[in-house]
């Protein structure tokens, strides 16, 4: 057991991840946080997390598919030889509820998961959130769709927006 143990960490720091964490028996041991990039979290916050992420996701990729049939509705009603103002505007009427239910999802995940953390881990939490908001990042880990770009890295030293595959928000990166 010792020696897998041993086997990971140094797997680890060659990757170049520090990995530390001290082996007691008696403490649930905690684990650099994968979810939110939190670090310290337990297994079962961490699983509570997950859960979270997925339900919203879950939630989200249906309310975007249905988004994308909208935009796709109003587009068809934008070319018509003599549009239909009122049917346009009901449309994108439609398509910003959507919208506005995805991101109250998402701030509900959000508070969901701040719940789970201890003080220290919220610090951290609240940090990253704020960091993602001045990146100018709108999407959350794990959500990024392919061909997009982000911001994530400006103002860190970035030259440019990441593509998609770069973001640590990317669904490609796992």
Do not use: W
């Amino acid at each position: 057991m010792k020696t897998k143990i041993l086997i990971v960490g140094l797997v680890l720091l060659l990757s170049g991840v520090v990995y530390a964490q001290k082996t007691d028996s008696n403490k649930p041991q905690p684990k650099q946080g994968v979810a939110c990039g939190i670090q310290g979290l337990t297994t079962e916050q961490e699983n509570a997390i997950k859960g979270i992420k997925k339900e919203m996701h879950e939630l989200n990729k249906n309310l975007k598919a249905d988004r994308d049939i909208k935009e796709a509705e109003l587009n068809k009603l934008m070319i018509q030889d003599k549009p239909d103002l009122k049917a346009i505007d009901s449309k994108i009427d439609e398509i910003s509820a959507i919208k506005v239910q995805i991101e109250k999802n998402k701030v509900h995940s959000d508070l969901k998961i701040r719940e789970l953390l201890n003080e220290e881990q919220r610090i951290q939490f609240d940090r990253k959130m704020q960091e993602n908001k001045k990146a100018g990042c709108t999407e959350k880990e794990g959500n990024m769709m392919e061909n997009k770009s982000c911001n994530h890295n400006q103002g860190q030293g970035g030259e440019a927006p990441m593509d998609h595959k770069q973001c640590p928000h990317s669904q490609d990166k796992k």
